[in-house]
């Protein structure tokens, strides 16, 4: 569509000013002005008129596993970037494990960049992974344009992604500190979920003391000390324990560079729900109490957790066995974020343009993405267009990621996207695809 401008109109467009009625003008895939709605149109313009359903940026998915190449049979590109655009998302950072091989060198980054460069139906960014032994790499991924490092301080679930001891850790905070990258964290600490019991077997609630509230608390507070000693930008994964709100909250006001996300699962299911053998919830740190869950909500609201992502992690259906204890643990949530999301926040009296701060502007802000995450003039034309108030009723079948378990399932929920554009492209409308138009995207800054 080159030279050619083509207007977006809506009586609802989420603006970082607010939500009005207005039109948004593309050129060349850049939003170059957001007008009246009713002002002129350029000539020769195409117009596209949304009437009252809701244009928000595209959302902007930091923690996704796509596991290709390596393990494609349990996620792939062309699935999970479908998934995605078909949930409103229009550019995802895919971690470092799962896929063989993890993104752990630049020869290893190069590799997962030739095998998404063709699938990939939305923007796609990649983090580098920080191991025991490859503190030399760093800085090399780091110039390659990864955008930032994840390590584990207890086991990963996949043996070629080792974790870190607290002296690794502070080996690998200051090697990335000193270049000015970003280090994101699993947090959970291995004495304390070696302490806790371990029955195994398919109870949640047998599940859930195994990874209590306590190893999340520990290795933040460890975690915390650490960056705060050397000054580093740490971001705290999925969080789950709201015991380790005040820490964080505390930590924040001091002045440690720390930003946390929590993940769609946590604010909207919870340990009292999850039936027994039903491993499609299972995820570590775990999905706990309702009570847990309203102090999550809080600190979403008062700053204290910054955003909310996916951490979509699928396996292969025979993974996800009954018992707890060995299930493959994550939940495959990129195409229900939104609504499962926007479902929960109305109810609470947050509104659409809480849900776009959390999902779209401060996941961008968090990777330094300066031409995502908003509706303003010089950035990417980049939108999901949401219906709101209309509801759906969850259909695996209808679910475009590669192994359709869901713990999402029969749910009622609120917010149907509509249609989803990238750089001002139509990607997807009412479940049709457009041929993958997705880059592969490099840290700036
Ligand atoms: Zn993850």
Redesign the pocket.
Known sequence: MSGEELVLRSTRVITPEGTRAASVVVSDGTITAVRAYDAAVPTRARVEDFGDDVLLPGLVDT?V?VNDPGRTEWEGFWTATRAAAAGGITTLVD?PLNSLPPTTSVANLRTKKEVAAAKAHIDVGFWGGALPDNVKDLRPLHDAGVFGFKCFLSPSGVDEFPELTQDQLAVSMGEIAGFGGLLIV?AEDPHELAAAPAKGGPRYTDFLHSRPRVSEDTAIEGLIAVAKRIGARVHV??LSSSDALPLIAAAKREGVRLTVETCPHYLTLTAEEVPDGASEFKCCPPIREAANQDLLWQALADGTIDCVVT?H?PSTVDLKTADFATAWG?ISGLQLSLPAVWTAARERGHTLEDVVRWMSTHTADLVGLAQKGAIEAGRDADFAVLAPDETFTVDPARLQHRNRVTAYAGKTLSGVVKSTWLRGQRIVSDGEFTEPTGRLLERKN
């Open positions: 923690h596993h971690m699993h994964l999925h951490d992690s994550g």
